[in-house]
């Protein structure tokens, strides 16, 4: 029997840099702290009684079967039978899916870490690790990027890109940030057909937005590194443009953010793919978010 040591993987968050990252651009991702989730339990060698797994916390009814998915895809890659896998794992998760706070990708990396302390993959291999993450999570994106997965190994602010992976951001914000549930799940897959579509019918209009969010991008990291708010805010108001130009603002999305700056946020934009999930807003001082919603996740 081998014991698991406990497995944490956290959520994640985009300031900038979403869809565009898919053609090259660069994203500027977080780790999400505040939600996580944690696999512990056994491996035993191979009985009448397979894998056992238990859930608590959130997604309680689906994620069993997301985790079998994601363990069976794991076998197929490495070319090795999944039912010989028998023990009992147990998964608690603090994560939504679909919301744009990285739950395929943290549960893609608990997977791969599983792997690892089996002696299947080598857990001191960092781009094997992030590889088979990332070809993991193509099972919910159909493509990814590979950005949530990144951030979610590395535990740290990171700046990533297709060509130069994930290269750390040494940021000390002194902003406060929040994140807030539009009350709409995002499909990642969906959104990103959106984007395709666009790009197909128009690749001008398409680069054009690219740029945009590129644009956005430069100018958040300039605003994290100078600690300018203003720079900071100009920065979210282009990604939100480039959001609602690929047409990834849908009207409950557009109502919330509306809702949001109201009452005093300075700039709010979709994290993650789009078409509802959360929003991610850039308020004046966090004195003012503790008066509002409850339910907002204060991250800065």
Request: aromatic share 8%; hydrophobic share 40%; with cysteine.
């Amino acid at each position: 029997m081998i014991e698991i040591k406990p497995i944490q993987a956290t959520g994640k968050w985009i300031l900038a840099g979403e869809h565009a990252v898919l053609r090259g651009g660069r994203a500027l991702v977080f780790p999400l702290q505040q939600r996580k989730m944690m696999l512990s339990g056994y491996i035993s060698k191979p009985s009448v009684d397979g894998l056992k797994i238990t859930t608590e916390g959130h997604f309680q009814s689906e994620i069993e079967a997301l985790l079998r998915g994601v363990i069976a895809q794991a076998f197929n890659k490495l070319g090795l039978e999944n039912n010989n896998f028998a023990g009992h794992l147990h998964l608690a998760n603090e994560l939504f899916f679909g919301v744009g706070l990285g739950a395929s990708g943290s549960l893609c990396v608990t997977v791969t870490q599983l792997f690892a302390q089996l002696g299947y993959l080598d857990a001191t291999n960092e781009v094997l690790l992030f590889n088979f993450a990332r070809e993991l999570e193509n099972l919910f994106h159909g493509e990814s990027s590979g950005v949530d997965v990144a951030v979610i190994l590395k535990q740290k602010p990171i700046s990533f890109s297709k060509a130069r992976g994930a290269q750390e951001l040494f940021l000390n914000p002194s902003f406060a940030l929040t994140l807030s549930y539009t009350g709409k799940n995002g499909v990642t897959r969906e959104c990103i057909d959106v984007v395709k579509h666009l790009w197909k019918r128009s690749p001008d209009e398409g680069l054009k937005i690219d740029q945009l969010m590129q644009k956005s991008v430069d100018l958040c990291q300039q605003g994290l590194v100078e600690n300018q708010i203003d720079m900071l805010k100009d920065g979210i108001d282009l990604a939100y443009q480039a959001f609602s130009d690929w047409g990834l603002v849908d009207p409950l999305s557009l109502e919330h953010r509306q809702t949001l700056l109201n009452q005093g946020a300075l700039s709010v934009k979709p994290t993650g793919s789009g078409l509802g999930g959360y929003m991610l807003a850039l308020w004046p001082n966090d004195r003012q978010i503790s008066m509002l919603n409850k339910d907002m996740i204060l991250i800065s």
